[in-house]
């Protein structure tokens, strides 16, 4: 208990301005974050990313980068100025300009700030002024729930910008969409070998290296980054191995769950050019892949908290109110009843698809060993996963519509109602004027 308060003692003076001057030597400034740092990640491999105490520690290393130096000179200055284009070093490939959002600096408290935190890093990239805070309500819901792919997806065409997703990638794929200057978010799982829930995690790639014929990446994100993974004494000072990398992008989601959610190798690109229609329609349906069920569910969380909070939160008046009570029962409650059945049915179709592939591969081993018992198990083998797999492709398309469905009438149902509550508040507006 007294190393917990002399610790939690120590914090509180770091983050208190000095009564002399603002800044403090560039020393001073390493050490502190090397000791947040340390901290955090320590806390982060204990409790997960988005502990009491994780949260607090993020706030604390975001308010100790934002400190001036009294020895900064013109150098620091014109590292710090945004780049726009990828860096043409030998064996560098980085996008310069994808930095950690200022807007971040002093933020604390809040959970799952992932998505949010790599989203404002990409938009700031593009020469964009984007700010954590309006990112933050645009995409996350508000209680203790993760940023979904579509409201991010959404986000990025909203401001102009094309967006598209992909499943089952590979790291060759991002390396190309670095290489054309594009901007990565992957959702990966920050601890394969412990994976929980709360280890799933956003992050944005800032580029890659190659040193001694192996590639390391960097990323820009609320843990890697943050924890200082990337300085020298980190984990990862070349940046994350790709070997490494691999690991955590398999699957993001872990357990049965992450079955049945479907992301495996996942991944939005982002252009500076704008979105075609074709690529606001495919957005429209929930992008009618293997994500769409996790997506629509996704959506429907964010409404039913973001509705919530809107209904019975603090100085809103009853236009907002009635917006929120639709966002909340006719957007949210849409989304996560109506797709519930195939929710379920996609999650099925994922699992007979597994199956069927687990079934496919025995059974080719078993072939490749010869033998009569051995060819007839195979044969076997073959044939059953070939049947499954097809089983589980027809149950995850028919699961996959059903959501789309769902999400397109609850986004429906929703926006007729906040027309609604609009109307109601404007009409008040007006009568308060008048009398």
């Not at 934002?66 to 710090?80: K, N, Q």
């Not at 954590?132 to 401001?159: C, M, N, R, T, W």
């Not at 020298?232 to 790709?242: L, V």
Request: with cysteine; net charge neutral.
């Amino acid at each position: 208990m007294l190393r917990q308060a002399a610790v939690a003692a120590l914090l509180v003076w770091m983050a208190l301005p000095s009564p002399a001057a603002a800044k403090i030597s560039s020393a001073e400034k390493s050490v502190r974050l090397q000791n947040a740092r340390a901290e955090y990640r320590k806390e982060v491999a204990s409790s997960g990313l988005d502990s009491a105490r994780a949260m607090e520690l993020r706030g604390e290393i975001a308010r100790v980068e934002s400190l001036p130096t009294d020895d900064a000179d013109a150098s620091s200055v014109a590292a710090s100025a945004p780049q726009t284009s990828v860096a043409r070093l030998p064996d560098e490939h980085y996008i310069q300009s994808l930095v950690h959002p200022a807007s971040y600096n002093n933020q604390s408290g809040y959970r799952n700030p992932c998505g949010p935190y790599a989203l404002t890093s990409i938009l700031n990239s593009f020469g964009e002024p984007a700010d954590f805070q309006s990112v933050y309500d645009g995409v996350a819901p508000s209680h203790d729930v993760g940023s979904g792919a579509h409201e991010v997806k959404s986000y990025l065409i909203s401001h102009g910008h094309k967006a598209v997703d992909r499943n089952h990638g590979s790291l060759d794929d991002v390396a190309s969409a670095i290489d054309r200057g594009e901007r990565v978010m992957m959702m990966i799982n920050a601890n394969p070998d412990a994976p929980t829930l709360y280890t799933t995690h956003w992050i944005a790639v800032k580029g890659y290296k190659v040193v001694g014929g192996k590639r390391y990446w960097q990323t820009v994100d609320s843990y890697f980054e943050l924890g200082g993974e990337f300085a020298a004494g980190g984990k990862y000072p070349d940046g994350i191995p790709d070997d490494e990398l691999a690991r955590m992008w398999k699957k993001p989601v872990p357990t049965l769950l992450g079955t049945g959610a479907g992301y495996s190798n996942y991944y939005i690109t982002v252009g500076n050019q704008a979105p075609s229609i074709v690529d606001r329609v495919r957005n429209i349906g929930y992008g009618l892949n293997d994500t769409t069920s996790t997506e629509v569910l996704m959506s429907g969380a964010r409404d039913l908290t973001r509705g919530f909070d809107n209904t019975f939160g603090p100085g809103r008046d009853l236009g907002q109110r009635l917006g929120g009570f639709f966002q909340m029962t006719l957007g949210g409650g849409s989304k996560v009843l109506f797709n519930l059945p195939p929710l379920l049915m996609s999650a099925t179709g994922h699992a007979l698809r597994d199956a069927g592939a687990g079934m496919r591969s025995w059974g080719a081993r078993q072939w490749e060993q010869g033998g009569v018992s051995g060819k007839v198990a195979g044969a076997g083998a073959t044939v059953l996963g070939a049947i499954t797999t097809g089983a589980g492709w027809v149950l995850n398309a028919a699961g996959t519509i059903g959501s789309a469905i769902a999400g397109v009438a609850g986004d429906v149902l929703k926006g007729a109602g906040q027309v609604v509550g609009g109307i109601v508040s404007g009409a008040g507006k007006i009568l308060h004027s008048i009398f």
